[in-house]
């Protein structure tokens, strides 16, 4: 990438700074928290009516009541929306497409400044999914009208995707934009999810996800004579023990791979809810619990899924539990790709060259909207850059460093005129 390219580039993001910052203001003043899935057709419509002004071809894409089965039950009866701009160069191909999702966690309690008002102050712009990652959002169109007002045509399809539920597993948003054939290797040769992993680094995945919920059945009887019943919330006493034994041991395993933060270079295994009983004096006759598992990539759900139901199925073959229902949640294999790639040396390149520094190289902890991408939509040049801080996510008073925004958006624009080309 030349130095007078990036020097464009860089004076016309300066001059579109306010802009940026207004936009990212109403962004986050419209409520989109996930679950239920609130006001999904509003905030679709403002990302395509700011597509539509820099000369996208708009696609509103309702997800349809078959695709909608992940849904948590808090969720049922709000509608899912896609929106999808594509803006043409002078020919198809190649094409990148930048995504992220605007659904956002709840915004729960400690916050100093109203989560849904937008605020700008000292030099930082506020509210629920101000990292997480409306920003990326912002990022990615702002991305394309820094281009346009450097006066640097492209040559090949500029794509930007807003989808919805990655907080909920990503199924209805991601997961449909990629089986609907709206993003494949087929029509696609090079893909960013715009999420904040912080915005000097490069992630080239993401650990796996296992959760999962176990119920074990016991036999109902009167507290004042439990030997007549079988106590399932001693069952499940039993199999936490056995957990602990011996899986606890597997996720000390460290990997080799540089998962962010270095904590989470392990495995964990966390029981998140448990459900049993209804009366003091009552044996109850189930116990349900919740697990969070996460991989590293070294590890499979095959094999964490494999090693739980062995010990479910000891329990049964012990009488210690009648008998037990595995129900699947989120079965997400870890994603990796060869960082030996143009995507990523165009990044790396761009990005010393917007920062001054060299850009580092990382894993999510938790999983992303990549694993569709790659998995499913079967490309391999497919990774995740943004311009929020992991450490803010999902935080009280959340918010992003307006320069962090502008120096994303000039990195993002500064790859796509490395890759796509240009008519100079």
């Known amino acids: 990438m030349e130095s007078a390219m990036i020097e464009r580039i860089h004076a016309a993001a300066e001059v579109l700074r306010p802009r940026m910052e207004a936009f990212l203001s109403d962004f986050l003043k419209i409520d989109t928290e996930n679950p239920p899935g609130r006001n999904y057709e509003k905030c679709v419509s403002f990302l395509g009516e700011k597509m539509r002004s820099l000369g996208c071809e708009v696609e509103y894409v309702e997800v349809p009541e078959e695709a909608l089965d992940s849904l948590p039950e808090e969720s049922k009866g709000f509608p899912r929306y896609i929106v999808v701009g594509t803006y043409k160069g002078t020919r198809e191909r190649p094409a990148i497409h930048f995504s992220g999702h605007y659904d956002v966690v709840p915004a729960g309690g400690g916050w100093t400044v109203d989560p849904y008002g937008g605020l700008i102050a000292d030099g930082k712009i506020f509210g629920r999914g101000a990292s997480d990652m409306k920003s990326g959002i912002a990022a990615q169109i702002f991305a394309l009208e820094t281009l346009q007002h450097a006066g640097i045509p492209l040559k090949g399809s500029f794509v930007s995707s807003a989808v919805p539920d990655e907080e909920?597993?990503?199924?209805?948003?991601?997961?449909?934009?990629?089986?609907?054939?709206?993003?494949?290797?087929?029509?696609?040769?090079?893909?960013?999810?715009?999420?904040?992993?912080?915005?000097?680094?490069?992630?080239?995945?993401?650990?796996?996800?296992?959760?999962?919920?176990?119920?074990?059945?016991?036999?109902?009887?009167?507290?004042?004579?439990?030997?007549?019943?079988?106590?399932?919330?001693?069952?499940?006493?039993?199999?936490?023990?056995?957990?602990?034994?011996?899986?606890?041991?597997?996720?000390?395993?460290?990997?080799?791979?540089?998962?962010?933060?270095?904590?989470?270079?392990?495995?964990?295994?966390?029981?998140?809810?448990?459900?049993?009983?209804?009366?003091?004096?009552?044996?109850?006759?189930?116990?349900?619990?919740?697990?969070?598992?996460?991989?590293?990539?070294?590890?499979?759900?095959?094999?964490?899924?494999?090693?739980?139901?062995?010990?479910?199925?000891?329990?049964?073959?012990?009488?210690?539990?009648?008998?037990?229902?595995?129900?699947?949640?989120?079965?997400?294999?870890?994603?990796?790709?060869?960082?030996?790639?143009?995507?990523?040396?165009?990044?790396?390149?761009?990005?010393?060259?917007v920062l001054g520094k060299e850009m580092g190289i990382n894993f999510s902890p938790g999983m992303d909207d990549q694993r569709f991408a790659v998995h499913e939509g079967g490309l391999r040049a497919a990774v995740v850059y943004g311009p929020g801080r992991l450490a803010l996510a999902h935080k009280s008073d959340e918010h992003i460093a307006v320069d962090d925004l502008v120096k994303g958006v000039e990195i993002m624009a500064a790859v796509a005129a490395e890759l796509l080309g240009t008519e100079e």
């Open 168 to 353: 909920t597993g990503g199924q209805p948003g991601m997961g449909y934009l990629v089986r609907s054939g709206r993003l494949t290797k087929e029509n696609t040769d090079y893909c960013i999810i715009t999420e904040p992993l912080d915005p000097d680094m490069i992630c080239l995945g993401h650990r796996g996800t296992l959760w999962f919920t176990l119920t074990l059945k016991g036999v109902q009887s009167h507290g004042s004579m439990p030997s007549e019943g079988l106590n399932p919330i001693e069952g499940m006493r039993t199999l936490l023990e056995r957990i602990d034994r011996r899986i606890r041991p597997q996720l000390e395993r460290v990997s080799m791979y540089p998962v962010s933060p270095e904590r989470s270079r392990k495995s964990t295994l966390c029981i998140t809810t448990i459900q049993a009983g209804s009366k003091v004096n009552t044996i109850p006759d189930t116990c349900s619990a919740s697990f969070d598992w996460r991989l590293i990539p070294e590890q499979s759900v095959e094999w964490a899924k494999g090693e739980i139901l062995s010990i479910c199925d000891e329990l049964v073959r012990e009488g210690v539990i009648l008998e037990y229902a595995y129900t699947p949640i989120v079965e997400a294999d870890p994603t990796m790709v060869d960082e030996d790639q143009p995507l990523v040396d165009a990044l790396k390149t761009c990005g010393k060259a």
